[in-house]
């Protein structure tokens, strides 16, 4: 069942977000499994954190072989 739009904890970053974003500044390109292996979570936990990312101004990009990109958002 999905999450209601308003839900408060889609504003939130937690600690495994920030050491995903860590992980994938650091091995750019890997996928997500790899990052996940880093962490010790499942494939799906750090899939599910990416939107989080998003939304504080951390943007991925996923290339066709599913490898993933970070990139900051500029400040205007």
């Given at each position: 069942m999905a999450r209601p739009a308003n839900d408060r904890r889609a504003?939130?970053?937690y600690p495994?977000?920030?050491?995903?974003?860590r992980?994938?500044?650091?091995?750019?390109?890997?996928?997500?499994?790899?990052i996940a292996r880093l962490l010790g979570l499942n494939r799906s936990e750090v899939t599910r954190s990416l939107p989080a990312?998003?939304?504080k101004g951390l943007y991925?990009?996923?290339d066709e072989k599913g490898g993933l990109w970070l990139f900051?958002?500029?400040k205007q």
């Open positions: 504003e939130q970053i495994r977000d920030c050491c995903a974003c992980k994938i500044e650091e091995h750019p390109g890997k996928k997500a499994g790899f990312l998003e939304d991925l990009t996923e900051r958002k500029k």
